[in-house]
């Protein structure tokens, strides 16, 4: 009888080669190539994830609105508790992004501490209901989503332009409608939004974009015009998450690689 088994393929290794497994799904198959590209220079990869992240007001008074940017770097700026970002050494494989206006209560306006910011909630649109970001500031953030994002790497522009309605979201349920005239008056409420998919507000990234931690790495919104915006009360914050896979310690690799490729 015929032998129908697949053979699977091998990945050359520091450690000993690696079975690499059938690519039945997109993620696997740039696993498979960042395996076979790095295995042999020792550099691990797994999966991962950097979280980016911008105060959009840091204080109580209103705050004008025209391009928010993003930290991409480990070293880079000011870093919030609930960041993950890029260390130098390393190099991250973007499979897909995900944007959330992010919202949290602070004692200060806009200045949360790092307890109350590990507290934060994510909301895939500008939800008037959220106290937050409440109707002002609901109207005022809704051009983040008329505007659009771009990645530039060093003199490279990789993303000209992402349409932000693309990560969108608005699900059957949402904070702060109100359901019925029960008492106490808060047991009439919605206390949260529904989130129906696993991080609801992604996007597939097409083509594959590896960062790589000794650039100069440049995300960043364009709204379509300058807004106010009126910080309410706590804290609201731009959120980009990065689902992808962590190459450790192939920043030099890479650009080794990319030296031989010219």
């Known amino acids: 009888m015929r032998n129908l088994r697949v053979k699977a393929s091998r990945i050359k290794a520091q450690g000993g080669d690696i079975v690499a497994a059938q690519p039945f799904s997109r993620r696997q198959a740039v696993f498979n190539s960042k395996a076979s590209e790095y295995a042999g220079q020792g550099v691990i990869t797994t999966p991962g994830y950097l979280r980016l992240e911008q105060l959009i007001a840091t204080s109580a008074a209103a705050t004008t609105l025209s391009q928010i940017n993003f930290n991409t770097l480990d070293t880079s700026g000011v ?59 609901g109207n005022a ?49 919605v206390n949260q939004s529904s989130w129906p998919l696993s991080m609801f507000g992604r996007s597939e990234l097409l083509p594959t974009i590896e960062l790589n931690g000794q650039s100069n790495i440049e995300f960043g919104i364009t709204l379509p015009t300058t807004v106010a915006f009126t910080q309410p009360a706590g804290f609201t914050t731009a959120v980009i998450i990065l689902n992808g896979f962590l190459n450790q310690g192939a920043a030099t690799v890479q650009r080794n690689i990319q030296r031989r490729l010219r």
């Open 141 to 189: 953030l809704e051009a983040i989503y008329n505007g659009f994002l771009s990645l530039r790497v060093d003199t490279t522009t990789f993303l000209d332009s992402i349409p932000m309605r693309q990560f969108y979201r608005v699900g059957d349920v949402a904070t702060g409608v109100q359901q019925s005239s029960g008492a106490p008056a808060a047991a009439g409420f």
């Open 79 to 137: 870093k919030l508790a609930t960041e993950r970002r890029l260390k130098l050494a390393d190099s991250f494989t973007i499979t897909d992004i995900s944007f959330y206006i992010g919202s949290g209560a602070s004692t200060a306006v806009g200045a949360p501490t790092p307890a109350e910011q590990a507290s934060e909630r994510l909301n895939t649109f500008p939800n008037a209901g959220v106290a937050q970001i409440g109707i002002a500031g």
